[in-house]
C-alpha cells in the first residue's frame, strides 16, 4: 500500500476494476464481519444473532464480571453500549458519566480498561506531528469489529444509512491498520489540532515512515486546504483518503509535491489484507 503512491491513476484505476467483484462481498463483510462460522452460515440474521449472544450474554454477563469481580453488570453493558454508538469518535468521559446518568470517570476508565482487556474495543490514543499541539487525554474508541457494533445496535438497512456507513467503515479501516501495525515497529493513533479542531482520522507512526489515512466514505471527498493532511505532513509521510465511490480514486500531487492516493474502501481494505497475509507467510 505504500507504494500506490508511486503509481498514476491509470495503474491504480486498473487494481480497482480488477477488485471490483469483490464490492458486494465486502458490502456483506462490513455486516457480519469476518468470522468464519458466521460467514459460512449463510444466514446474515441469524450471524448476528449469534454473535450478539456471544457478546451479551458470554463476555459482559459472565466473562468480565467473573475475571474483574464486576458487580454492576448493567453498568458493564450501558458503557459498551454507548462505545458501540460512539465508534470512531473522540471520547470525553464527563459527558460520557453524564449521559449514563452519573457513572464516575474512575469508573468508566476501569470499564474500557476491561473491555479492551477483553478484546472488545480498541483504545486509538492521540499523536503528535511535527510538534503540533495535542488534544490531550481524549482517546477514540473503536469497536475491536463493526460486526459486533452491528449485532449490538441492531440497526436496519445499515448499507443505505450514510452516517453509519462512515462510523463502520474508519471502524474496519482501523482495526486493518491496527493489525497492520503489529509487525512493524511503531504505533497507531489519530491527530487533531487544538487550535482548529481538525482532524486526521487515522495515524500510523514508526521509524521509516508515517501514513495518515482520512476516511471519507460519502459521495463529496475534497479535502479543505486546513485539513492536517496538507500542513502536518513530514518527508517521508504517505496520505492516503479512503473513499466510497468505485470512480472515486487518483494519485494527487499537491502544492508541496507530496503524493496523495485516494482510493475506495474496498480496494484498501483487501491490499491492506494481502499484506497482511503475506506477512504471516513470510513469518
Known amino acids: 500500500i505504500t507504494k500506490l503512491e508511486n503509481m498514476t491513476t491509470e495503474e491504480l484505476g486498473k487494481i480497482i476494476k480488477t477488485l471490483e467483484p469483490i464490492k458486494e462481498s465486502f458490502n456483506r463483510y462490513l455486516i457480519i464481519g469476518g468470522f468464519p462460522e458466521l460467514v459460512l452460515s449463510g444466514n446474515d440474521k441469524n450471524a448476528q444473532k449469534i454473535l450478539r449472544e456471544d457478546i451479551v450474554d458470554k463476555v459482559l454477563k459472565r466473562d468480565l464480571p467473573e475475571l474483574f469481580n464486576v458487580r454492576n453488570i448493567s453498568v458493564l453493558e450501558k458503557v459498551f453500549l454507548y462505545l458501540c454508538f460512539e465508534s470512531s469518535n473522540i471520547i470525553n468521559f464527563t459527558s460520557m458519566g453524564q449521559d449514563l446518568e452519573g457513572v464516575s470517570i474512575p469508573t468508566l476508565q476501569d470499564y474500557i480498561k476491561y473491555l479492551q482487556s477483553a478484546n472488545l474495543i480498541y483504545i486509538s490514543e492521540p499523536i503528535n506531528l511535527l510538534g503540533a499541539k495535542l488534544l490531550k487525554n481524549k482517546p477514540k474508541i473503536y469497536v475491536v469489529d463493526s460486526a459486533i457494533r452491528n449485532a449490538v445496535l441492531m440497526k436496519e438497512n445499515i448499507l443505505a444509512d450514510s452516517t453509519e456507513m462512515g462510523y463502520i467503515v474508519e471502524t474496519a479501516v482501523y482495526r486493518h491498520m491496527q493489525t497492520y501495525m503489529k509487525n512493524i515497529t511503531g504505533n497507531i493513533g489519530y491527530y487533531r489540532d487544538k487550535e482548529n479542531h481538525k482532524e486526521i482520522d487515522i495515524v500510523t507512526n514508526s521509524v521509516k515512515e508515517n501514513m495518515y489515512i482520512e476516511v471519507k466514505y460519502r459521495e463529496k471527498t475534497d479535502l479543505k486546504k486546513d485539513n492536517p493532511i496538507y500542513t502536518k505532513i513530514g518527508k517521508n509521510d504517505r496520505l492516503f483518503v479512503i473513499t466510497k465511490n468505485i470512480d472515486d480514486y487518483g494519485v494527487?500531487?499537491?502544492?508541496?509535491?507530496?503524493?496523495?492516493?485516494?482510493?475506495?474502501?474496498?480496494?484498501?481494505?483487501f491490499l491492506v489484507g494481502l499484506e497482511e497475509l503475506n506477512k504471516i507467510e513470510e513469518g
Open 252 to 269: 494527487l500531487t499537491l502544492e508541496n509535491k507530496k503524493k496523495l492516493v485516494k482510493i475506495p474502501a474496498f480496494a484498501y481494505l
